[in-house]
T-cell receptor, first 114, second 112 residues
Framework: DGGITQSPKYLFRKEGQNVTLSCEQN?????MYWYRQDPGQGLRLIYY???????QKGDIAEGYSVSREKKESFPLTVTSAQKNPTAFYLC?????????????FGSGTRLTVV | AQSVTQLDSHVSVSEGTPVLLRCNYS??????LFWYVQHPNKGLQLLLK??????LVKGINGFEAEFKKSETSFHLTKPSAHMSDAAEYFC??????????FGAGTRLTVKP
């Protein structure tokens, strides 16, 4: 079945450590997105990519980095510069057309700083 | 730029009674509108979408929403709530391209 796979489901980070969250899709979607979710704040866009080897900052990109070397993969690195990384992270993908058909979401990664 | 306001952060209903989750949007163009549902520690699942076809949109699990341009609203309804409907619901608007703007969410509680 086609879908988006995020791993790991739970991740613990020590202070000052970089961690990478994985996002893989087999839907042949061109566009991929990373969102951060905090209680009561909805979803905030971190980065997005509409084509391989190209990506754009979203609303809260500071302290994060991404790469898009393959169409299927869009990993997110949470760097030590992100001062408050504890959150639920969601990856999504979509077809890029004139009509927006919506996003397909992964099941999320919960990151906790210990 | 487009935006969306979910008018209630929390809605509580009894099982078997109707559900109404309210959403108002702002858009410079003809928008696409969506409702997503999220169960605890899960990703978001698409309930239904409006993309300039019929203004009354039917989705999964008995939910439906009506696009009202004059009121800039896209409220989500269900005739009879079920315990399994308890979750967080997000209203989303998209103008041109693929830029999606999410509301802050409405938490639905269903009492036995």
């Amino acid at each position: 079945d086609g879908g988006i796979t995020q791993s790991p489901k739970y991740l613990f980070r020590k202070e000052g450590q970089n961690v990478t969250l994985s996002c893989e899709q087999n839907l042949n979607h061109d566009a991929m997105y990373w969102y951060r979710q905090d209680p009561g704040q909805g979803l905030r866009l971190i980065y997005y990519s509409q084509i391989v080897n190209d990506f754009q900052k979203g609303d809260i990109a500071e302290g994060y980095s991404v790469s898009r070397e393959k169409k299927e993969s869009f990993p997110l690195t949470v760097t030590s510069a992100q001062k408050n990384p504890t959150a639920f992270y969601l990856c999504a993908s979509s077809i890029v057309t004139g009509i927006h058909y919506g996003y397909t979401f992964g099941s999320g990664t919960r990151l906790t700083v210990v | 730029a487009q935006s969306v306001t979910q008018l209630d952060s929390h809605v509580s209903v009894s099982e078997g009674t109707p559900v109404l989750l309210r959403c108002n949007y702002s858009s410079s163009y003809s928008p696409s509108l969506f409702w997503y549902v999220q169960h605890p520690n899960k990703g978001l699942q698409l309930l239904l979408k409006y993309t300039s076809a019929a203004t009354l949109v039917k989705g999964i699990n008995g939910f439906e929403a009506e696009f009202k341009k004059s009121e800039t609203s896209f409220h989500l309804t269900k005739p009879s709530a079920h315990m399994s409907d308890a979750a967080e619901y997000f209203c989303v608007v998209s103008d041109l391209g693929n830029d999606m703007r999410f509301g802050a969410g409405t938490r639905l509680t269903v009492k036995p």
